[in-house]
């Protein structure tokens, strides 16, 4: 059986869209990281960098493996499924270059912005400006390939999803602070919204959180 331990949160929310895209069972495991969950004893023994997502896989026969970081766990599911990511090259190297770029770029850099605009308990002006200007680049560093391509790298894969959820936030909190008129960003995120497989993942998710005591 797979077990994901998650929270409410873009990087949280990126392993169990692609659990149900690729129709698999899966127990689901909230980590209350606003409670401090995520620094439980329990938890550092799945990842002892203290943050969520971790997916433990315990169908493998004999042993189980855990993954941590959002990246390995959505190649991880890949491989094993063999399915939204690309066997070779140059369709697999495009499908992990916006992987990569996500994991990189787009979520440091708005959860950065959010972290220094919204919840650090001092103002530190050079901060806000820093990670909003680099937030706003970087969505639109997306925007434009999507101007010209319908997914990020061929068919729908990894890289749509893993990119998803931080770009659905990104374009909420930056809105009128230089994302607006990403449009092709903006047409993107819905698509990937309308889909069943991500409406039942959020909906998964908010249900067990509200069910997490
Ligand atoms: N690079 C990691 C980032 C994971 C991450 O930052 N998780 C956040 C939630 S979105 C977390 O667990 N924060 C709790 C904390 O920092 O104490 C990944 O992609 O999995």
């Not at 997502?53 to 959505?74: C, K, Y």
Request: charged share 25%; net charge negative.
């Amino acid at each position: 059986m797979i077990e994901l331990y998650t929270w409410t949160t873009p990087n949280g929310e990126k392993p169990i869209i692609m659990l149900e895209e690729c129709g698999m069972a899966y127990d689901l495991h909230m980590v209350d990281i606003g409670a401090g969950e995520q620094h439980s004893d329990r938890f550092k023994g799945l990842n002892l960098n203290e943050k969520i997502p971790v997916l433990v896989d315990r169908s493998r026969g004999g042993h189980s493996e855990t993954i941590f970081e959002s990246g390995a766990i959505m190649i991880y599911l890949a491989e094993l499924k063999g399915q939204f990511l690309p066997r070779s090259s140059p369709a697999r190297s495009k499908c992990l270059s916006w992987t990569f770029f996500q994991v990189a770029n787009t979520g440091p850099m708005i959860g950065q912005y959010h972290h220094f605009n919204d919840a650090a308990d001092e103002t530190i002006d050079y901060a806000i400006k820093r990670y909003r200007t680099e937030s706003v680049r970087v969505l639109g560093v997306l925007d434009k390939h999507l101007r010209t391509n319908h997914w990020l790298a061929g068919d729908y894969s990894i890289a749509d999803m893993i990119n998803y959820s931080w770009a659905r936030a990104g374009l909420r909190e930056l809105s009128g602070h230089g994302a607006e008129g990403y449009d092709a960003l903006a047409g993107w995120v819905e698509r990937i919204g309308q889909r069943p497989a991500v409406r039942s993942a959020l909906e998964k998710l908010q249900d067990a959180k509200a069910r997490h005591g």
